[in-house]
């Protein structure tokens, strides 16, 4: 069974500052996929990035970036120059071939003016 | 493009009462659908998942059940609400782009048992 655990239930950053929330996952599936998700207060999950298992490259979208650390089962997320939209709770997940997502707990992201 | 549509947006039901939660999407065909639940604070339980109509396996044992009666409508449904089902329901599309098959969420309901 995957499992995905967020080790951080909070995180602040100053404005236009780069912050890093961490993720690991477990699973013995040689194929998957890895996403991180945002939920801003009205509560829609909504797709940050993701990553496949099989590349080796980080995957970039705008200010977002990931740390992919294979060996060590590490998904961290990058934001950079972060804005007050950034606001929200951060929910990584992992995916096997069933394509079923299971979630981590959440990291609220907290951005400071 | 694609959109999915949840209704209703927000539920106040009493316990022992039923259940019908609703959720379509329109801009394609034969998607996999999925219902999730989240508890306040807490990440996000798949219940059911269903790759065509008619086709669905659930997750979890409990309370609910899901139905999947046209290809672009998936259900959530109970005869009887606990007090532990309430929650915040969301509703997902999943399509794949290259190798990835993505899963894209609706705007949730927020359900409260009382």
């Given at each position: 069974?995957?499992?995905?655990?967020?080790?951080?239930?909070?995180?602040?950053?100053?404005?236009?500052?780069?912050?890093?929330?961490?993720?690991?996952?477990?699973?013995s599936?040689?194929?998957?996929?890895?996403?991180?998700?945002?939920?801003?207060?009205?509560?829609?999950?909504?797709?940050?990035?993701?990553?496949?298992?099989?590349?080796?490259?980080?995957?970039?979208?705008?200010?977002?970036?990931?740390?992919?650390?294979?060996?060590?089962k590490?998904?961290?997320?990058?934001?950079?120059?972060?804005?007050?939209?950034?606001?929200?709770?951060?929910?990584?997940a992992?995916?096997?071939?069933?394509?079923?997502?299971?979630?981590?707990?959440?990291?609220?992201?907290?951005?400071?003016? | 493009?694609?959109?999915?549509?949840?209704?209703?947006?927000?539920?106040?039901?009493?316990?022992?009462?039923?259940?019908?939660?609703?959720?379509?999407?329109?801009?394609?065909?034969?998607?996999?659908?999925?219902?999730?639940?989240?508890?306040?604070?807490?990440?996000?339980?798949l219940?059911?998942?269903?790759?065509g109509?008619g086709?669905?396996?659930?997750?979890?044992?409990?309370?609910?059940?899901?139905?999947?009666?046209?290809?672009?409508?998936?259900?959530?449904?109970?005869k009887?609400?606990?007090?532990?089902?309430?929650?915040?329901?969301?509703?997902?599309?999943?399509?794949?782009?290259?190798?990835?098959?993505?899963?894209?969420?609706?705007?949730?309901?927020?359900?409260?048992?009382?």
């Open positions: 069974a995957q499992t995905v655990t967020q080790s951080q239930p909070e995180m602040s950053v100053q404005e236009a500052e780069t912050v890093t929330l961490s993720c690991t996952y477990d699973t599936e040689s194929d998957y996929y890895l996403f991180w998700y945002k939920q801003p207060p009205s509560r829609q999950m909504i797709l940050v990035i993701r990553q496949e298992a099989y590349k080796q490259q980080n995957a970039t979208e705008n200010r977002f970036s990931v740390n992919f650390q294979k060996a060590a590490s998904f961290s997320l990058k934001i950079s120059d972060s804005q007050l939209g950034d606001a929200a709770m951060y929910f990584c992992s995916a096997d071939g069933a394509q079923k997502l299971v979630f981590g707990q959440g990291t609220r992201l907290t951005i400071n003016p | 493009s694609q959109t999915i549509h949840q209704w209703p947006a927000t539920l106040v039901q009493p316990v022992g009462s039923p259940l019908s939660l609703e959720c379509t999407v329109e801009g394609t065909s034969n998607p996999n659908l999925y219902w999730y639940r989240q508890a306040a604070g807490r990440g996000l339980q219940l059911f998942y269903s790759v109509i086709q669905i396996s659930s997750e979890v044992p409990q309370n609910l059940s899901a139905s999947r009666p046209q290809d672009r409508q998936f259900i959530l449904s109970s009887k609400l606990l007090l532990s089902d309430s929650g915040f329901y969301l509703c997902a599309w999943s399509i794949r782009r290259g190798m990835v098959e993505t899963q894209y969420f609706g705007p949730g309901t927020r359900l409260l048992v009382l």
